[in-house]
């Protein structure tokens, strides 16, 4: 080792040899070929080779977290609960003082042309907008201005076992976001980021947040929700959860399941881990995984240990909402 550093004489790259090891480095990459194309109004313009969809390093948005997303499924030709979403992504910008860097018609029409230059029939959308590049430090006013990214890539489903048998939750160690920052979809997603470490390192699907006072939270990208056994479903109150789009629709489509006496009516009331462990059904919503029943807690069987009857109705009946 001692060798290799007193031999060590870094190269200075100029433009050709940077981009001919750029490209170098991601066909090594085996998740380059999910990512389709991408749009930054840092550059106006779309670009579809993994290697050139790049953002400054000295954007606020890389080094300091401070910018805010969303993720939508386009699915039947269109985004599916675009107009949620992009509310969403406004009031979340709102809340950090972000100037919007494009207009929403120009916005929504940038989705559709992306999407185009993408060749996918579904795909997921990832956009971001940042505070932009031009220091390194705090300082949001030392930028040049703030931008707008946009990614197109593959849409991948929950696999085919997860749909029968469920998945499995643990209650998540890390601590949970203070209620401003709960209700915001910011980059600074480092508590996020852990609890699905921890979920991973303990062999589980998903984690739950759980406040001081034990009232139950979320996942790190997903809703959980719950059918209490007086067949109601149960959301947690909006105090300390983000307000999921796909979360919010289900209970929207629920209405048909409560004409039909499936369902006894919505609550938003939070909930316990007591709560959870009595419920007939437990869900885990969410753009990219639509419903799942959660049929384990750390081990122990919830809701009889399979997938319960109105949670798979529940998914038919979002499946059914994407196609209209």
């Known amino acids: 080792m001692k060798d290799v550093v007193e031999n060590l004489r870094m190269e200075i790259l100029n433009q050709d040899q940077w981009l001919e090891k750029l490209k170098s480095k991601n066909s090594t990459r085996t998740e380059k ?94 956009l971001f907008v940042g505070r932009g590049p031009g220091s390194f430090t705090t300082n949001p006013y030392d930028t040049l201005g703030s931008q707008f990214h946009l990614v197109v890539t593959d849409l991948t489903p929950p696999s085919k076992e997860k749909r029968e048998k469920g998945v499995s939750l643990m209650v998540s160690k890390i601590p949970v976001k203070e209620p401003f920052w709960s209700k915001i979809k910011s980059c ?58 796909t979360m919010l629709r289900i209970f929207e489509l629920s ?12 609550k938003v009331r939070n909930f316990t881990l007591k709560d959870l462990k009595s419920a007939k059904e437990v869900l885990m919503v969410g753009t990219t995984i639509d419903v799942l029943s959660v049929t384990s807690l750390e081990g122990s069987s919830l809701g009889g240990g399979t997938p319960g009857p109105v949670s798979e109705e529940l998914n038919d009946l979002l499946i059914q909402d994407q196609k209209k």
């Open 188 to 245: 600074n997603y480092l508590s996020n980021v852990m609890m699905k470490k921890e979920a991973l390192d303990e062999g589980y699907d998903f984690s739950v947040g759980v406040t001081p006072e034990g009232k139950l939270t979320e996942g790190s990208t997903e809703s959980l929700i719950l059918i209490d056994q007086d067949g109601f479903l149960r959301r947690p109150e909006p105090d300390q959860i983000l307000a999921g789009t």
């Open 255 to 266: 209405e048909t399941l409560i004409s039909e006496g499936k369902l006894a009516g919505t």
């Open 33 to 126: 070929s999910k990512y389709k194309a991408m749009y930054s109004t840092w550059w106006d313009g779309i670009v579809t080779e993994p290697h050139m969809m790049m953002i400054p390093v000295d954007d606020h948005q890389v080094h300091r977290g401070d910018a805010v997303f969303e993720a939508m499924k386009w699915i039947h030709g269109k985004a599916y609960l675009q107009k949620e979403h992009l509310d969403r992504l406004e009031r979340s910008q709102k809340s950090l003082y972000l100037e919007n860097p494009l207009p929403r018609k120009q916005l929504e029409e940038i989705l559709k042309q992306t999407v185009t230059a993408s060749k996918l029939e579904s795909a997921l959308l990832r």
